[in-house]
């Protein structure tokens, strides 16, 4: 993720704010559109397998954001971001794993669209 995004302050922003006005949430929906779409163009074993848990965890990364923003206390939020640095890295995991059995993405450009914006 770019410095902008990995450095907003979602966990202490302001409730007043619309979900949506957050720049790292609407990245991370974009990035879930970009994984469904690889992974819908699966053979159905590699997508029973692999692509279901990589939609999944890329998923929980804006579902959690989503969850924190929602909380009002500090450490709630706070604890939702870490979820979702969690998701973050098992997505990352779930994307080496496709590489290596499935048919799915291989190119660095699926590698930048995760890791960087």
Known sequence: MSDDIRH???????????????????EAMRRGEI???WVVNWDFLAKDTVGMQF????????ANI???HGRFHH???????????????????KRLNASIKSSGP?????????MTH
Not at 75 to 93: A, I, N, P, T
Not at 106 to 114: E, G, P
Request: proline share 0%.
């Open 66 to 68: 989503s969850k924190g």
């Open 75 to 93: 450490k709630e939020k706070q604890k939702f971001c870490y979820y979702s640095w969690d998701s973050l890295v098992e997505s990352l995991r």
């Open 8 to 26: 907003e302050s979602w966990v202490t922003s302001d409730m007043s704010k619309s979900l949506n006005d957050l720049e790292i949430y609407r």
């Open 106 to 114: 291989q190119s660095d450009t699926h590698d930048s669209c995760l």
């Open 35 to 37: 994984v469904w779409s």
């Open 55 to 62: 939609v999944r965890s890329i998923g929980f990364i804006a």
